[in-house]
């Protein structure tokens, strides 16, 4: 083992660096230590290297800055380096040049080379046969834009289509808004071209009239079962999801006349009218028409105003002395659609008004539509030859994928049913690895926006299935090489494993033990924290690595007055967070010692008991927020670490501890200065309460 210490950027100016070398050799017999102004540099990497060459090292602990940077200098082929956090978590916020500074950095020290001498060597999995073919299910816009650019990038593609024609709703559209300026005529579809050029690729296989009877496996090894009048299995390494969409309901929309009349039509049955009959005289479009309504969709489907414009312009295509009538709560179109808006708009015989339609009465000449709180003002009363809703976008059923997962048969939805796994910067992600959803199932839009989620979300099954390749976890532990690995003596089948997991990387026999998919993990350790018998574990991230870092440090006793709280902070948005309070020279206490997990939900009860029991007078958990308005990076993380509260308050009844021994607070990523004030006000609360009576023992 070996460790290299930098001085630069103040650390060596803040804490006295041959005393931190000489904690070293106390904890470590003959670990092989430097120090350099500047290890980043190319003299520092240099010096490094030499090092780890003459010590013959393969364990690394690096003194310096925080692990978040510096990433690509400090990565050394068959090295494993711990990064140790002196600058950020340390001399940027404590007093320079003092004792309990000192004493910070010594222990946060300590628990590095604890840690690095209590992880096993990592040696990832890597399944023996990865595929690499990738199964598309939906034959619209989304899927046949994945599968064309899969095919194109040298992979197999099975595209899995349950109607007798490739297109979706794409491939049922009369015309097509102008191009991206917003401007010019309407243009005929191009669906039929793309899927031409899909069925004739020489890398995909069209398989129509066809359903999905069963997925099972895992990334690089699912297998699939078609129900397609044959016995039809396929193995594939990732999945598009591209199953579209259907209209709202309209029949619930009985007080906008649906269904009294023929003249009253959806914008999908307008626009095969539109096709083949004669335009009427006057049409009249009544947009969200379902839609932002908490009684019937919520949301605004986006695809709406922009599709009944374009309709208008159908009207007033076939039929030149039409009149259209379009009543909106708001206009909403996207992007460049804004000036195929204004393009509308400037028609004198499309006649536009914001207003609340109060009710819609068809008799057998005309419909007579009455709008109130309308721009003029007042009730205003339109008689019209046919009546357009604009009804909202509702995402098919992911059931059909038939996943035999434990915890469901499709893809887990967010709000509104559709299957998006809430990741804010990572949309095509799903909560079932390896499985990404494109397209309308994944959230509302419209055409241009489906096609560029085609090829993201192939882009992201691409990645996956060379990740499972080099046996690297993907987002959001992208290129972590380690995987769950289960000591099943200890277990008891308690089944905490299987249900807490949020990607599913569980099932179970039928006596309900485990049985993991390594390939399926995300690498988040909420296993780790479920499991009361210590069964999982990762090769750098276990209970014995966690605890090692805690007993590794000195506990003062009672009479010193020097507390000792130890926080666990989620890698990230709490330890981010903590990094910018660094770097915006916040002052915290030094009686904080910090271990960062994967995810809070990670923290195991034991870890909890150990440093109780070695003497810390707090433990302080801080994660990410949980719930809508936020997220968890690993889904609920956070919500099973409040659920797990009523556990650890036993705990300390157990040891006759006070409850406030044990905080959990939760922050965003930009929270630094929230994250100060927490810690800040802990350690002050613990002072009062005062030591824990296990200092003495």
Same mark, same amino acid.
């Given at each position: 083992?070996?460790?290299?210490?930098?001085?630069?950027?103040?650390?060596?100016?803040?804490?006295?660096?041959?005393?931190?070398?000489?904690?070293?050799?106390?904890?470590?017999?003959?670990?092989?230590?430097?120090?350099?102004?500047?290890?980043?540099?190319?003299?520092?990497?240099?010096?490094?290297?030499?090092?780890?060459?003459?010590?013959?090292?393969?364990?690394?602990?690096?003194?310096?800055?925080?692990?978040?940077?510096?990433?690509?200098?400090?990565?050394?082929?068959?090295?494993?380096?711990?990064?140790?956090?002196?600058?950020?978590?340390?001399?940027?916020?404590?007093?320079?040049?003092?004792?309990?500074?000192?004493?910070?950095?010594?222990?946060?020290?300590?628990?590095?080379?604890?840690?690095?001498?209590?992880?096993?060597?990592?040696?990832?999995?890597?399944?023996?046969?990865?595929?690499?073919?990738?199964?598309?299910?939906?034959?619209?816009?989304?899927?046949?834009?994945?599968?064309?650019?899969?095919?194109?990038?040298?992979?197999?593609?099975?595209?899995?289509?349950?109607?007798?024609?490739?297109?979706?709703?794409?491939?049922?559209?009369?015309?097509?808004?102008?191009?991206?300026?917003?401007?010019?005529?309407?243009?005929?579809?191009?669906?039929?071209?793309?899927?031409?050029?899909?069925?004739?690729?020489?890398?995909?296989?069209?398989?129509?009239?066809?359903?999905?009877?069963?997925?099972?496996?895992?990334?690089?090894?699912?297998?699939?079962?078609?129900?397609?009048?044959?016995?039809? *299995? +396929?193995?594939?390494?990732? $999945? &598009?999801?591209? %199953? =579209?969409?259907? @209209?709202?309901?309209?029949?619930? !929309?009985?007080?906008?006349?649906?269904?009294?009349?023929?003249?009253?039509?959806?914008?999908?049955?307008?626009?095969?009218?539109?096709?083949?009959?004669?335009?009427?005289?006057?049409?009249?479009?009544?947009?969200?028409?379902?839609?932002?309504?908490?009684?019937?969709?919520?949301?605004?489907?986006?695809?709406?105003?922009?599709?009944?414009?374009?309709?208008?312009?159908?009207?007033?295509?076939?039929?030149?002395?039409?009149?259209?009538?379009?009543?909106?709560?708001?206009?909403?179109?996207?992007?460049?659609?804004?000036?195929?808006?204004?393009?509308?708009?400037?028609?004198?015989?499309?006649?536009?008004?914001?207003?609340?339609?109060?009710?819609?009465?068809?008799?057998?000449?005309?419909?007579?539509?009455?709008?109130?709180?309308?721009?003029?003002?007042?009730?205003? *009363? +339109?008689?019209?030859?046919? $009546? &357009?809703?604009? %009804? =909202?976008?509702? @995402?098919?059923?992911?059931?059909? !994928?038939?996943?035999?997962?434990?915890?469901?048969?499709?893809?887990?939805?967010?709000?509104?049913?559709?299957?998006?796994?809430?990741?804010?910067?990572?949309?095509?992600?799903?909560?079932?690895?390896?499985?990404?959803?494109?397209?309308?199932?994944?959230?509302?839009?419209?055409?241009?926006?489906?096609?560029?989620?085609?090829?993201?979300?192939?882009?992201?099954?691409?990645?996956?299935?060379?990740?499972?390749?080099?046996?690297?976890?993907?987002?959001?532990?992208?290129?972590?090489?380690?995987?769950?690995?289960?000591?099943?003596?200890?277990?008891?089948?308690?089944?905490?494993?299987?249900?807490?997991?949020?990607?599913?990387?569980?099932?179970?026999?039928?006596?309900?033990?485990?049985?993991?998919?390594?390939?399926?993990?995300?690498?988040?350790?909420?296993?780790?924290?479920?499991?009361?018998?210590? $069964?999982?574990?990762?090769?750098?991230?276990?209970?014995?690595?966690?605890?090692?870092?805690?007993?590794?440090?000195?506990?003062?006793?009672?009479?010193?007055?020097?507390?000792?709280?130890?926080?666990?902070?989620?890698?990230?948005?709490?330890?981010?967070?903590?990094?910018?309070?660094?770097?915006?020279?916040?002052?915290?206490?030094?009686?904080?010692?910090?271990?960062?997990?994967?995810?809070?939900?990670?923290?195991?009860?034991?870890?909890?008991?150990?440093?109780?029991?070695?003497?810390?007078?707090?433990?302080?958990?801080?994660?990410?927020?949980?719930?809508?308005?936020?997220?968890?990076?690993?889904?609920?993380?956070?919500?099973?670490?409040?659920?797990?509260?009523?556990?650890?308050?036993?705990?300390?009844?157990?040891?006759?501890?006070?409850?406030?021994?044990?905080?959990?607070?939760?922050?965003?990523?930009?929270?630094?200065?929230?994250?100060?004030?927490?810690?800040?006000?802990? $350690?002050?609360?613990?002072?009062?309460?005062?030591?824990?009576?296990?200092?003495?023992?």
């Amino acid at each position: 083992m070996a460790l290299a210490v930098c001085t630069g950027c103040g650390i060596g100016d803040g804490i006295d660096m041959e005393h931190l070398m000489q904690v070293a050799g106390e904890e470590v017999d003959g670990i092989a230590c430097m120090k350099h102004p500047a290890l980043c540099s190319e003299e520092g990497i240099d010096h490094l290297l030499r090092l780890v060459r003459d010590a013959g090292a393969d364990r690394l602990a690096i003194a310096a800055c925080s692990p978040r940077v510096k990433s690509e200098q400090f990565r050394m082929d068959g090295v494993y380096v711990e990064r140790i956090n002196l600058r950020e978590h340390v001399v940027w916020v404590m007093e320079p040049d003092d004792e309990d500074t000192q004493m910070c950095a010594e222990d946060h020290l300590r628990m590095g080379l604890a840690n690095l001498g209590a992880i096993s060597d990592i040696h990832p999995y890597i399944p023996e046969q990865v595929h690499s073919d990738i199964l598309v299910v939906g034959g619209g816009l989304a899927g046949l834009t994945a599968t064309l650019d899969g095919a194109s990038a040298g992979y197999r593609v099975h595209l899995v289509e349950k109607s007798d024609s490739l297109g979706g709703y794409a491939g049922r559209l009369y015309k097509l808004m102008p191009a991206l300026d917003g401007h010019g005529e309407l243009r005929e579809p191009d669906t039929s071209v793309l899927a031409e050029q899909v069925l004739a690729h020489p890398e995909v296989e069209v398989y129509l009239d066809s359903t999905i009877g069963s997925i099972s496996g895992e990334p690089g090894n699912f297998l699939v079962q078609l129900e397609n009048g044959k016995e039809t *299995s +396929l193995t594939v390494g990732s $999945v &598009v999801v591209s %199953t =579209g969409w259907k @209209p709202y309901d309209a029949t619930r !929309l009985g007080h906008m006349g649906y269904g009294l009349s023929p003249k009253i039509k959806t914008l999908e049955e307008f626009e095969k009218h539109s096709k083949r009959e004669k335009i009427p005289d006057r049409v009249l479009f009544i947009l969200c028409a379902g839609s932002r309504d908490e009684a019937h969709l919520p949301y605004c489907s986006s695809y709406c105003c922009s599709a009944a414009l374009k309709q208008a312009l159908y009207v007033r295509e076939r039929n030149p002395e039409a009149q259209v009538y379009i009543i909106y709560r708001d206009i909403r179109t996207m992007g460049f659609q804004e000036e195929f808006y204004k393009m509308v708009q400037s028609d004198d015989a499309i006649f536009l008004t914001s207003g609340v339609v109060d009710s819609v009465s068809p008799d057998d000449a005309r419909v007579r539509v009455t709008v109130k709180d309308s721009l003029l003002d007042e009730m205003i *009363s +339109l008689e019209t030859d046919m $009546v &357009v809703l604009a %009804t =909202g976008m509702v @995402p098919s059923s992911t059931e059909d !994928l038939q996943l035999q997962y434990r915890l469901g048969k499709g893809l887990p939805e967010i709000e509104y049913s559709f299957s998006d796994s809430h990741f804010i910067c990572f949309p095509y992600e799903t909560r079932r690895t390896g499985i990404y959803a494109a397209g309308t199932v994944r959230a509302p839009m419209d055409l241009e926006s489906s096609r560029e989620d085609g090829a993201g979300a192939m882009m992201k099954a691409i990645q996956c299935i060379e990740c499972v390749k080099r046996g690297e976890a993907v987002h959001p532990r992208a290129g972590d090489l380690t995987f769950p690995e289960l000591y099943m003596d200890r277990c008891t089948d308690c089944k905490r494993c299987t249900e807490e997991c949020p990607f599913g990387a569980y099932d179970e026999d039928e006596k309900g033990t485990p049985l993991s998919n390594p390939s399926r993990c995300r690498r988040c350790g909420i296993c780790v924290g479920s499991c009361p018998e210590r $069964v999982i574990g990762f090769a750098d991230f276990s209970i014995n690595s966690v605890s090692a870092m805690i007993k590794s440090i000195h506990v003062p006793d009672e009479f010193e007055e020097k507390p000792r709280i130890l926080v666990f902070v989620c890698e990230n948005d709490a330890y981010p967070a903590l990094d910018a309070a660094g770097v915006n020279r916040l002052k915290f206490s030094p009686y904080i010692r910090i271990i960062p997990v994967r995810c809070l939900g990670s923290v195991n009860k034991v870890w909890i008991s150990d440093a109780l029991s070695h003497g810390y007078d707090g433990i302080l958990q801080i994660g990410c927020k949980p719930g809508d308005d936020y997220q968890c990076h690993f889904i609920h993380g956070s919500e099973l670490t409040e659920q797990r509260g009523e556990n650890l308050q036993e705990t300390l009844e157990t040891m006759m501890l006070e409850p406030e021994r044990i905080r959990t607070r939760f922050v965003e990523i930009t929270d630094y200065r929230e994250i100060q004030k927490i810690i800040n006000e802990y $350690v002050e609360e613990l002072e009062l309460i005062g030591p824990n009576p296990f200092k003495s023992l």
